[in-house]
């Protein structure tokens, strides 16, 4: 939990890959499937994730503009793997 009171577990699924699906999410985090849908509920109420899609098709991406930014944000300050034989 955050400190608004909100489970933050499907977060880091939304930053690190493009789609979150809620199926995905119960299996992965072992929860109910009520919980998985709350969790995705509350998440999307404030705006950290934008669901796209109806029913058996619906997943979630980073909401605009809050989860978003953080990832514009963690892009800027990461530096490219340097090749490590690229002199051989």
Known sequence: ???????????????????????RYHADEDLSQGQAARDLRDLT???????????????????RPRLGRLKAEFAERVTPLRDPYREL
Do not use: C, I
């Open 1 to 23: 939990m955050d400190g608004d009171g909100l489970n933050t577990r499907a977060l880091y699924e939304a930053f690190v890959s493009r789609r979150l699906r809620r199926s």
């Open 45 to 63: 109420a404030t705006r950290w994730l934008q669901p796209y899609g109806e029913t058996k098709g619906r997943h979630y991406e980073a909401g």
